[in-house]
């Protein structure tokens, strides 16, 4: 099982990035996904999370109104839309699954609850 996360790249501040995090080896269709992100020398955290149906939507306060996770299921595929960037949103952003099959509207914010983990795809904001 993989989750290749792509996307990331060099761009001002207030521009705009589309993240993709593609799995292989297994679907994910009836599973939470989420975003994280682990700044340099900091810890990892939240940024973004998504029900298997695409229903339900959770948000770190911080990238609220600004970011968007979506998903695509018959790809196998979420997304993460980050506009109006700030230099502080520059991290290593990650994507995650669960193991398990869940209820349509169920989210995971905490990064300990996921099983999967993909690489991550460096995102630097000038300012």
């Known amino acids: 099982v993989q989750l290749q996360a792509y996307g990331g790249g060099l761009v001002q501040a207030g521009g705009s990035l589309r993240l993709s995090c593609a799995a292989s080896?297994?679907?994910?269709?009836?599973?939470?996904m989420g975003w994280f992100r682990q700044p340099l020398g900091k810890e990892r955290e939240f940024v973004a999370a998504i029900s298997w149906s695409g229903g339900t939507t959770s948000y770190a306060d911080s990238v609220k109104g600004r970011f968007t996770i979506s998903r695509d299921n018959a790809k196998n595929t979420m997304y993460l839309q980050m506009t109006s960037l700030k230099p502080e949103d520059t991290a290593v952003y990650l994507c995650?699954?669960?193991?398990?099959?869940?209820?349509?509207?169920?989210?995971?914010?905490?990064?300990?609850?996921?099983?999967?983990w993909g690489q991550g795809t460096l995102v630097t904001v000038s300012s």
């Open positions: 995650a699954a669960d193991y398990e099959n869940r209820t349509s509207w169920y989210v995971i914010s905490d990064r300990y609850k996921y099983n999967y």
């Open positions: 080896g297994r679907t994910f269709s009836r599973n939470p």
